[in-house]
């Protein structure tokens, strides 16, 4: 059974936006605060943002100001708004709990961001 299930990526320009969707199953969505991570080549998955169940907010340094992680609960979905993006940010994009709250068997597939310089 997928659980985890993640849309938007592509390519952009550097400057561009993206909107990254994911769709959870209840039993992750409703467990506690929801995340989105990202894996570039060669180098760790990293927590990029999170977002707990009252709406509290958290993200890296490095896209601080530039993204934005939201939840809808009624769509037990995620998203991620991506802008003025640098080609650093160039990863594939996972959701999932936030750290604590990992769901380590239901990593989905992932959305490839590339952005070009």
């Known amino acids: 059974q997928v659980q985890l299930v993640e849309s938007g990526g592509g390519l952009v320009q550097a400057g561009g936006s993206l909107s990254l969707s994911c769709a959870a199953s209840?039993?992750?969505?409703?467990?506690?605060?929801m995340a989105w991570y990202r894996r570039a080549p060669g180098k760790q998955r990293e927590l990029v943002a999170s977002?707990?169940?009252?709406?509290?907010?958290y993200y890296a340094d490095s896209v601080k100001g530039r993204f934005t992680i939201s939840r809808d609960r009624l769509k037990n979905t995620v998203y991620l708004q991506m802008n003025s993006l640098k080609p650093e940010d160039a990863a594939v994009y996972y959701c999932n709990g936030a750290p604590g709250f990992i769901a380590y068997n239901s990593w989905g597939q992932g959305t490839q961001v590339t952005v070009s310089s």
């Open positions: 977002i707990s169940g009252n709406g509290s907010t």
């Open positions: 209840a039993s992750i969505f409703n467990t506690g605060p």
